[in-house]
């Protein structure tokens, strides 16, 4: 079965990056995009941008264009979200989900809390 | 970027009702649309994609509907455990984006 797999709880500090895994099993890792998607506390979905797992080439929402970069491991099916220059607005959890035949976000990861604070 | 605007942001209905909530695209995004529920501490869950089509497992009771700017999704008859919040995300274009929510809660 389809499984997304994201690493732990992360606190950091105003200014600090963060990265963040998502491990992918269960299906053909090339095959489908992965996306990055936030949500602050009490707050509605954002996207943050793709990463197309076969060659690695991304696209990122334009506001955050300038702090973040998405990697991909295939030897491992990892997928990595490094935000950076982080700030208190930054504070969310951070899911990664699977693109379907199209982009809707068909499996999500289970999700990662990252806290800003000084 | 295509701004997704729900209604209504909050309903509470009971057990056995018809539940309608609606989805308004700024521009026309063809039947480039889906629905997610979310439960408290949970990650968004797929129920519909491209307007109509059900995501597999998901209880037939759910159904979608619309195109162009107009979209719904539908509840047929609430049960317990679609207490939830629901939100629509366009994917005619990127940047993809998402509907503010509309909890159903009791």
């Known amino acids: 079965q389809v499984q997304l797999v994201q690493s732990g709880a992360e606190v950091k500090k105003p200014g600090a990056s963060v990265k963040v895994s998502c491990k992918a099993s269960?299906?053909?890792?090339?095959?489908?995009?992965i996306h990055w998607v936030r949500q602050a506390p009490g707050q509605g979905l954002e996207w943050m941008g793709i990463?197309?797992?076969?060659?690695?080439?991304?696209t990122y929402a334009q506001m955050f264009q300038d702090r973040v970069t998405m990697t991909r491991d295939t030897s491992t099916t990892t997928v990595y979200m490094e935000l950076s220059s982080l700030r208190s607005e930054d504070t969310a959890v951070y899911y990664c989900a699977k693109g379907g035949s199209s982009s809707w976000l068909d499996f999500w990861g289970q999700g990662t809390l990252v806290s800003v604070s000084s | 970027d295509i701004q997704l605007t729900q209604s209504p942001s909050f309903l509470s209905p009971s057990v056995g009702d018809r539940v309608t909530i609606t989805c308004r695209a700024s521009?026309?995004?063809?039947?480039?649309l889906a629905w997610y529920q979310q439960k408290p501490g949970k990650a968004p869950k797929l129920l519909i994609y491209t307007t109509s089509t059900l995501q597999s497992g998901v209880p037939s009771r759910f159904s979608g509907s619309g195109s162009g700017t107009e979209f719904t999704l539908t509840i047929s008859s609430l049960q317990p455990e679609d207490f939830a919040t629901y939100y629509c995300q366009q994917f005619n274009s990127y940047p993809l984006t998402f509907g503010g929510g509309t909890t159903v809660e009791i």
């Open positions: 269960g299906y053909t890792f090339s095959n489908y995009y």
């Open positions: 990463i197309i797992p076969s060659g690695g080439s991304t």
């Open positions: 521009q026309g995004i063809s039947s480039y």
